[in-house]
């Protein structure tokens, strides 16, 4: 007997994840989030900018990514450990515009 509709079926490792404790599935998932940056930074981005939009109580940047030839744009809120981090990578510190 099948049933119908349509069902979402999760990664097993993400199923894994919920029995895990809150900060070790948040360090997961910012790992995840920049490791798409940096695959899309990579590829076919054509303008990255990050400009920093708030200073107390913590400090956060936005990230801008440009794709015209997709029509696309993507904006992603970092902190300043998680924007060092993305950073840290050769090759992508010179691709982005650092607005101040």
Do not use: C, K
């Not at 509709?5 to 097993?12: A, D, I, K």
């Not at 939009?53 to 300043?80: C, H, K, M, N």
């Amino acid at each position: 007997m099948s049933t119908s509709g349509r069902f979402r079926v999760p990664s097993r490792n993400r199923a894994y994840e919920a029995h895990l404790h809150p900060a070790l599935r948040a360090a997961r998932r910012v790992e995840r989030i920049l490791d798409s940056l940096r695959t899309e930074i990579a590829g076919e981005a054509t303008r990255v900018r990050v400009r920093r939009v708030f200073e107390q109580p913590r400090e956060i940047f936005r990230l801008e990514i440009e794709a015209p030839s997709w029509g696309y744009q993507r904006t992603t809120l970092l902190d300043r450990d998680a924007l060092e981090e993305l950073l840290a990578q050769d090759g992508l510190r010179e691709q982005i515009e650092i607005a101040t």
